[in-house]
């Protein structure tokens, strides 16, 4: 009875680690009323291959810098990059196969922040 218990577990087990993937970007995300304490990162990743599209907007409560960046080795790569901003809007076509993350990071002021991205369809 012990074996068929402990065989049970390890069935569930395995199933736990069947998960998605989290970079998958086939729908849009979006999300509004995020709150960031003084001092905060919050990103939003996604994995996109060489010619790949989306448009982008948010908007916040509070000035805060946000960025559009991928990790190359030990450098950070920043196609878009706001220093201090309340609102951006765009659309980024990706040069390589990358992880490439939203980001905002406040000062010493919280804030609220609405987001959007959405995937495009590729050009001819």
Do not use: Q
Request: proline content about 8%.
């Amino acid at each position: 009875m012990k074996r068929a218990h402990a065989l049970g577990a390890a069935a569930l087990l395995a199933g736990g680690c069947a998960t998605t993937d989290p970079y998958r970007f086939d729908g849009p995300r979006s999300e509004a009323g995020v709150g960031l304490a003084p001092y905060t990162v919050r990103e939003e990743c996604f994995r996109l291959d060489p010619g790949d599209r989306f448009d982008f907007y948010f908007w916040s409560t509070a000035p805060l810098a946000f960025n559009i960046h991928y990790h190359d080795g030990n450098a950070i790569v920043m196609p878009i990059d706001r220093p201090r901003t309340n609102e951006e809007s765009g659309e980024l076509i990706a040069d390589r196969r990358e992880v490439y993350c939203m980001m905002w990071e406040t000062a010493a002021e919280s804030a609220l922040i609405d987001y959007r991205a959405r995937p495009l369809p590729r050009r001819p």
